[in-house]
Nanobody, 121 residues
Framework: QVQLVESGGGLVQAGGSLRLSCAAS????????MNWYRQAPGNQRELVAA???????NYATSVKGRFTISRDNAKNTMYLQMNSLKPEDTAVYYC???????????????WGQGTLVTVSS
């Protein structure tokens, strides 16, 4: 059994900052690509930022220059530093990862339960 657990969401004023964390646990051999998604009410889930195991990153245009994705492979943990937050960043943020389980060969895509970020104007 493997799982992702997010933390760090909350309420913040526009212009403020938050740092999200996503920790993978369980019978994990290796965590490969990790991603942050978000879903606002009435909207589809969208990719916010992605990071490979080697540290290469990609960002949605809407967050580029404000958000920074990073990871600690030793801790199987990913982070999202969010600065200069805007009301339109309000959403449930989900982490997603490709994981190779102990005793298995293929990647397994898993999702966290989500953490709510609310940005007030």
């Amino acid at each position: 059994q493997v799982q992702l657990v997010e933390s760090g969401g909350g309420l913040v004023q526009a212009g403020g900052s938050l740092r999200l964390s996503c920790a993978a646990s369980g019978s994990i051999f290796r965590v490969n690509a990790m991603n942050w998604y978000r879903q606002a009410p009435g909207n589809q889930r969208e990719l916010v930022a992605a990071i490979t195991r080697g540290g290469s990153t990609n960002y949605a245009t809407s967050v580029k220059g404000r958000f920074t994705i990073s990871r600690d492979n030793a801790k199987n943990t990913m982070y999202l530093q969010m600065n200069s937050l805007k009301p339109e960043d309000t959403a449930v943020y989900y982490c997603n990862a490709d994981v190779i389980r102990v005793g298995s060969w293929g990647n397994l895509g898993i999702w966290g339960q989500g953490t709510l970020v609310t940005v007030s104007s």
